[in-house]
């Protein structure tokens, strides 16, 4: 298999339906992880690969995935050197958007604390190898505004998905079937936080991402499987 992204007519929906539009110094972030639950590697989950969207018009965010999701030959297993298969990867996509500025503040204060502990002999200067990852990692704990949750229901019972979407109603705004279950992506404000708080903390096989609104891609593919759209 060359690539995760295997139905681009489920991702342009899914665009359509759940990407903001981006404002100001906004971003997103994406990123392909191997996970050890899909198939054996050496760790629990590794992350492999990773993407900054400056834009949230349907047809740059095709493109992107497009180059994003090729996977042939690129990506192996970071103790062992063997190559990762398809069958290992999932990539996510954190629907909510990133303040760059306030990415840039955390970066800062993290490079400047990273050269002061190589000065001092502390730590090794072939850290600043990681300087990539470090910026990332800074943009991806920036929440600009956070305008949706993810329901994850860890279980593939139709109906606890039907409850769940009964619960919820008009609220939702799209359901992915995953590799082990549903994630369910909903618009918050405070009557959904009522409503979770009340209604489905009750449920073990749910959990709920507020901060990052991480899901896996549909179309494409999560541990060999295609997520793709659920009617409701």
């Given at each position: 298999m060359d690539?995760?992204?295997?139905?681009?007519?489920?991702?342009?929906?899914?665009?359509?339906?759940?990407?903001?539009?981006?404002e100001?110094?906004?971003?997103?972030?994406a990123?392909?992880?191997?996970?050890?639950?899909?198939?054996?590697?050496?760790?629990?989950?590794?992350?492999?690969?990773?993407?900054?969207?400056?834009?949230s018009?349907?047809?740059?965010?095709?493109?992107?995935?497009?180059?994003?999701?090729?996977?042939?030959?690129?990506?192996?297993?970071?103790?062992?050197g063997?190559?990762?298969?398809?069958?290992?990867?999932?990539?996510?996509?954190?629907?909510?958007?990133?303040?760059?500025?306030d990415?840039?503040?955390?970066?800062?204060?993290?490079?400047?604390?990273?050269?002061h502990?190589?000065?001092?002999?502390g730590?090794?200067?072939?850290?600043?190898?990681?300087?990539?990852?470090?910026?990332?990692?800074?943009?991806?704990?920036?929440?600009?505004?956070?305008?949706?949750?993810?329901?994850?229901?860890?279980?593939?019972?139709?109906n606890?998905?039907?409850?769940?979407?009964?619960?919820?109603?008009?609220?939702?705004?799209?359901?992915?079937?995953?590799?082990?279950?549903?994630?369910?992506?909903?618009?918050?404000?405070?009557?959904?936080?009522?409503?979770?708080?009340?209604?489905?903390?009750?449920?073990?096989c749910?959990?709920?991402?507020?901060?990052?609104?991480?899901?896996?891609?549909?179309?494409?593919l999560?541990?060999?499987?295609?997520?793709?759209?659920?009617?409701?």
């Amino acid at each position: 298999m060359d690539t995760l992204l295997v139905n681009e007519d489920i991702l342009r929906e899914f665009c359509k339906c759940c990407i903001p539009e981006l404002e100001g110094d906004e971003v997103l972030v994406a990123m392909i992880a191997a996970r050890k639950k899909y198939c054996e590697i050496s760790r629990s989950q590794e992350m492999v690969g990773k993407m900054i969207l400056k834009r949230s018009d349907v047809d740059y965010v095709i493109r992107k995935m497009r180059k994003f999701c090729y996977i042939s030959g690129c990506y192996v297993d970071y103790k062992t050197g063997y190559g990762l298969s398809h069958r290992c990867m999932v990539v996510y996509l954190d629907l909510i958007p990133k303040s760059v500025i306030d990415a840039v503040g955390k970066f800062n204060k993290e490079v400047h604390d990273w050269l002061h502990n190589v000065i001092r002999g502390g730590l090794d200067n072939s850290v600043f190898r990681k300087i990539d990852g470090k910026l990332f990692s800074a943009i991806a704990r920036s929440a600009s505004r956070r305008w949706c949750c993810v329901v994850d229901i860890d279980s593939e019972d139709i109906n606890i998905l039907d409850k769940v979407a009964g619960i919820l109603g008009d609220y939702i705004v799209w359901i992915s079937k995953t590799r082990g279950g549903y994630h369910v992506i909903v618009r918050y404000n405070k009557e959904v936080g009522r409503i979770i708080y009340n209604d489905l903390r009750k449920y073990d096989c749910i959990e709920i991402f507020r901060k990052q609104a991480m899901t896996p891609v549909p179309g494409t593919l999560q541990g060999g499987i295609l997520v793709k759209k659920v009617e409701w």
